[in-house]
């Protein structure tokens, strides 16, 4: 099930600070990094983000979330992640398939960045029709690619 997440209580913010923990130290092996940006995300960063954040529940379990913002109908892909215990179990997809059919009418394209060596990310957004426009690297050294589908009907 996927529902909209409260990041302003601060119990839902601890939650989605641990399925972020826990699928990013894994993204960051598969990089091959120990600085990792979104690793520094505090519980109270998500506490006041003014992002949309919306989870999928396994049973009462968090098992992943979507971050989105909408900035001039363009849908912003910020954080995806899968609590390890839950990989392969076709979460993102869902994740992603919701944000896009939920969104399609604010937004008429949607963008999304990862690291350019984060292969299985990649292999999933091009299933959703995204494709690379741009990359480069930032000042953690981490080199980045971004991608887009326009028409998200």
């Known amino acids: 099930m996927i529902a909209k997440l409260d990041n ?21 092996e598969l990089i091959g ?21 919306y989870g999928f529940y396994d049973d009462t379990q968090l098992a992943g979330v979507i971050e989105l913002v909408i ?11 899968v609590d390890p215990k839950h990989f392969r179990k076709g979460i993102a997809d869902k994740l992603i398939r919701y944000a896009l059919i ?13 690291a350019v060596v984060n292969e299985p990310a990649i292999k999933l957004y091009k299933k959703h029709d995204f ?20 028409g998200i009907v």
């Open 8 to 28: 302003a209580n601060e119990a839902v913010a601890k939650q989605i600070y641990t399925t972020f923990q826990r699928a990013y130290k894994i993204e960051a």
């Open 33 to 53: 990094t120990q600085n990792f940006p979104p690793l520094s995300r505090t519980v109270n960063d998500i506490h006041n983000s003014q992002t949309l954040f």
């Open 71 to 81: 900035i001039n109908e363009r849908l912003e892909i910020n954080s995806l992640t």
């Open 102 to 114: 939920n969104f399609i009418e604010t937004a008429s394209t949607a963008i999304v960045e990862t």
């Open 131 to 150: 494709v690379e426009f741009k990359r480069w690297t930032p000042d953690h050294g981490i080199e980045k690619l971004a991608m887009i589908r326009t």
